[in-house]
Every structure is written in structure tokens, then in C-alpha cells.
């Protein structure tokens, strides 16, 4: 029996202590701050906010090379003699990180690449789907295993809330005038990966402390989200009683499992602080 190998990238956020569990490789995107390049993973969250706060910029971020991935791909490829990889990957409408991929593997075997379409909670909901099913069948056939978790690709689903339009506003990704019309009206807009890109669907208005209950029962009314599992994600600066409001909504609504993720630096330089979101699959 060959060994089936998962891997994702840093994008996922996927708590390390569950990489680290079930072997889950995950593969660094990139950092940019003050012309210096960091692997995400190595470069704290609270620098990124207190350098915004110093300069009223934001980092860039790039994506993981083709060369990165060649590395990668080989490391594990001879740390694991015949294995097999699966590569769930970041989604490829908004980076180039799973094209490189594609360009990594062009002269290697035993590679499956899978774009989930997704990032951060909604990436790392795939990704787990695909450790519970090796888990529970360590024998399945590579081939039936990624069909499995292609099927998941648009049962994922992922909707957050940044906690203000400033990162945002940084970033370029709003403008000046939707800015000010928006911190002026406290308004929210609620984004979602739809086909793979990230698209605001509705606007909330109010603190949040309301808008995150709000966008837990649009969320729980809008989709069929399987019950055994749902993924709460923030960024630093959530105040700990709207977490404590959304765990406690989840277990009122019937999940059985929630789990929280904390966004990581590449996440967290476009989404800002303060944030909520959630993650889930339908069934």
C-alpha cells in the first residue's frame, strides 16, 4: 500500500497542532514589509498591525514560486520513498500560488493537484474532509480520494467580516469614498469566495458584536452546513465575549465540533484586525 501524503498551503491557516497530528505538509506563501521577504508562518501578526500603525501601509504578499514548490514537492518526495501527494491548494482566482504549482510538477509522478477555490477556514475545512476520509479508509485508492475531495470543492463554504474598512481602504481594495461612506454609516460588508473569488455578498451595519450574529444566522439560514463541524476564524483584536457569543451560538445551533483559527500573517495583511468569519461544508 503506497502512502497518500496531504499538503496545503500556509493560506489555509490550519492550526498547526492539526498539521502537525495528522501529517498535513503545508507549504509557505510570503510576506513583504519594509522590502524584506518573510515565509508566512515566521513573521508575528501583531507586526504587521504595529507596522501599519506606525506607517499607515500595509505589506504585500506573494504568493509560494514554482521553484518553492519544486523544493517542496522533492523534500517529502525523499523523506517518503513511493508516496503519493495530494496538494490541496489556495484558490488559484486570487494568487498565482496554484499555477506554480501546476509549473513545479510539470516532470514529476504521484502528484494531485486539487484547487479548493478557497482560502483560509474555507481551505482548511477541504483539507480536514480529506484527513478524516484517509483516516477513516487508509487504504482508499489515490485516484477515489481525490475525486472525494474535488466533490467537497463547492460544498465549502466561507463568509466573513473585516473588522474595518481601514486595511482594506490601505490595501487599495476599497475606495476613499466607499470608505468614508462606510465608516460613517458603520457599515460592514460581509465577502464570500464565490467560484473561487472573494466577492462581498451583503453589508451589515451596526458594532460588532451585532453584525458577527448576524452573519452567523444569514450564514446557518443560507446554507446546509454539515452539523458534525464548523470552523469560527478571527483575527487578533476580536473581543473574546463576540467569539464567546459565536461559540455559543454554534453548539445552541447544533454543531458538534467547533473549532476556532487564527488568521495568520498573509490572511490577516488583507483582511486586517477585529475580524470574524466562519467555514463550513454543506452536506
Known amino acids: 500500500m503506497r502512502r497518500i501524503i496531504l499538503t496545503t498551503e500556509s493560506g489555509a491557516d490550519l492550526p498547526i497542532e492539526f498539521a502537525e497530528k495528522h501529517n498535513v505538509h503545508v ?102 474532509y480529506a484527513v478524516s476520509v484517509l483516516e477513516n479508509e487508509p487504504s482508499i485508492d489515490p485516484g477515489l480520494l481525490v475525486k472525494k475531495i474535488e466533490s467537497k470543492v463547492p460544498k465549502s463554504r466561507l463568509a466573513f467580516v473585516p473588522g474595518s474598512l481601514e486595511f482594506l481602504r490601505a490595501g487599495g481594495r476599497v475606495s476613499n469614498l466607499a470608505y468614508l461612506g462606510g465608516a460613517l454609516l458603520k457599515i460592514k460588508p460581509r465577502i464570500e469566495l464565490i467560484d473561487g473569488n472573494l466577492v462581498s455578498t451583503k453589508k451589515y451595519r ?41 461559540d455559543n451560538l454554534a453548539k445552541e445551533t447544533g454543531f458538534q465540533n467547533v473549532t476556532w483559527i487564527q488568521a495568520g500573517a498573509m490572511i490577516s495583511t488583507h483582511a486586517g484586525p477585529g475580524g470574524i468569519g466562519i467555514a463550513g461544508l454543506e452536506v
Request: negative net charge.
Open 206 to 246: 451596526g458594532k460588532m458584536d451585532l453584525v458577527s450574529e448576524k452573519l452567523f444566522r444569514d450564514y446557518v439560514d443560507q446554507y446546509n452546513i454539515d452539523r458534525g463541524q464548523l470552523y469560527l476564524l478571527y483575527s487578533i483584536g476580536l473581543d473574546e465575549e463576540i467569539m464567546q457569543r459565536m
Open 27 to 128: 507549504v509557505p506563501m510570503h510576506v513583504i514589509m519594509d522590502g524584506e521577504d518573510y515565509l508566512d508562518g515566521s513573521l508575528s501578526v501583531t507586526d504587521i498591525y504595529d507596522y501599519y500603525n506606525r506607517t499607515k501601509k500595509i505589506p504585500s504578499t506573494t504568493s509560494t514560486n514554482s521553484h518553492e514548490y519544486l523544493e517542496f514537492f522533492t523534500r517529502i518526495k525523499n523523506d517518503f520513498p513511493d508516496c503519493v501527494i495530494i496538494h490541496i491548494g489556495y484558490t488559484s482566482k486570487a494568487s498565482s500560488s496554484f499555477q506554480n504549482a501546476i509549473i513545479a510538477t510539470e516532470e514529476l509522478d504521484d502528484i494531485f493537484l486539487i484547487d479548493a477555490l478557497n482560502v483560509t477556514g474555507g481551505l482548511t475545512a477541504i483539507v480536514m
